[in-house]
């Protein structure tokens, strides 16, 4: 190396730039997306919903993880896909320790807590736009609904069942206030997801 390259490599360090070796520490292994795929409910399946959270992760600059999205589907659960935990969000709190207290009222996930890729809190009920309807396909216990848009690869009819990230909803019911099984969208596209709160997010976990 030069001594120019080390001189400007000496600047960037005293300018507090992060390279992504630091990047790579993050603790990071918990988010929300900050968008969707942007088709409603056609992820491109599993696959396309895991890519989308690598991709959004990775622009974050959180890499050398495995990413998977909380998705059910008729022959897949939710929660045999996001590993053991435990999990934290991008300022390194807690989201729960195991699949047991994920599925449990233990668990950390409230408006303040599921933060996106960049640490951002996301638009609950009574922002505008609201979009606290994330997609999952699932019951309570993390096992599959019949609710998934064909299996996430349908933005047409049919509906998906959502989770409440914000744990809110139009009372005070457990269904309301349920992350991950909350009620079905009205429909699968983009619009439809949208009418009744949502805006095709999902949430994402490193295994």
Same mark, same amino acid.
């Given at each position: 190396?030069?001594?120019?390259?080390?001189?400007?490599?000496?600047?960037?360090?005293?300018?507090?730039?992060?390279?992504?070796?630091?990047?790579?520490?993050?603790?990071?292994?918990?988010?929300?997306?900050?968008?969707?795929?942007?088709?409603?409910?056609?992820?491109?399946?599993?696959?396309?919903?895991?890519?989308?959270?690598?991709?959004?992760?990775?622009?974050?600059?959180?890499?050398?993880?495995?990413?998977?999205?909380?998705?059910?589907?008729?022959?897949?659960?939710?929660?045999?896909?996001?590993?053991?935990?435990?999990?934290?969000?991008?300022?390194?709190?807690?989201? %729960? @320790?195991?699949?047991?207290?994920?599925? &449990?009222?233990?668990?950390?996930?409230?408006?303040?807590? #599921? $933060?996106?890729?960049? *640490?951002?809190?996301?638009?609950?009920?009574?922002?505008?736009?609201?979009?606290?309807?994330?997609?999952?396909?699932?019951?309570?216990?993390?096992?599959?609904?019949?609710?998934?848009?064909?299996?996430?690869?349908?933005?047409?009819?049919?509906?998906?069942?959502?989770?409440?990230?914000?744990?809110?909803?139009?009372?005070?019911? %457990? @269904?309301?206030?349920?992350?991950?099984? &909350?009620?079905?969208?009205?429909?699968?596209?983009?619009? #439809? $997801?949208?009418?009744? *709160?949502?805006?095709?997010?999902?949430?994402?976990?490193?295994?």
């Amino acid at each position: 190396m030069t001594r120019s390259s080390v001189l400007f490599v000496a600047t960037l360090i005293a300018g507090g730039a992060v390279f992504p070796a630091m990047a790579q520490d993050s603790p990071m292994s918990f988010f929300v997306t900050s968008q969707g795929p942007g088709d409603g409910a056609d992820l491109g399946g599993l696959e396309g919903a895991d890519t989308h959270c690598t991709n959004l992760a990775e622009a974050a600059g959180v890499t050398g993880k495995t990413w998977a999205a909380y998705l059910s589907t008729s022959d897949t659960d939710a929660r045999d896909r996001i590993g053991t935990g435990p999990w934290v969000n991008a300022q390194g709190e807690t989201i %729960a @320790e195991n699949l047991d207290a994920l599925h &449990s009222e233990a668990n950390n996930i409230t408006k303040t807590t #599921a $933060l996106d890729e960049n *640490g951002e809190v996301v638009n609950g009920r009574g922002d505008q736009p609201n979009r606290h309807d994330i997609l999952t396909g699932s019951l309570p216990d993390g096992t599959a609904h019949e609710a998934t848009c064909e299996n996430w690869m349908s933005s047409g009819e049919g509906s998906a069942m959502v989770g409440h990230h914000d744990r809110t909803g139009l009372d005070d019911s %457990a @269904e309301a206030k349920s992350w991950n099984s &909350s009620h079905p969208s009205r429909g699968c596209g983009q619009e #439809a $997801l949208q009418g009744t *709160g949502g805006d095709g997010l999902l949430y994402c976990f490193a295994k």
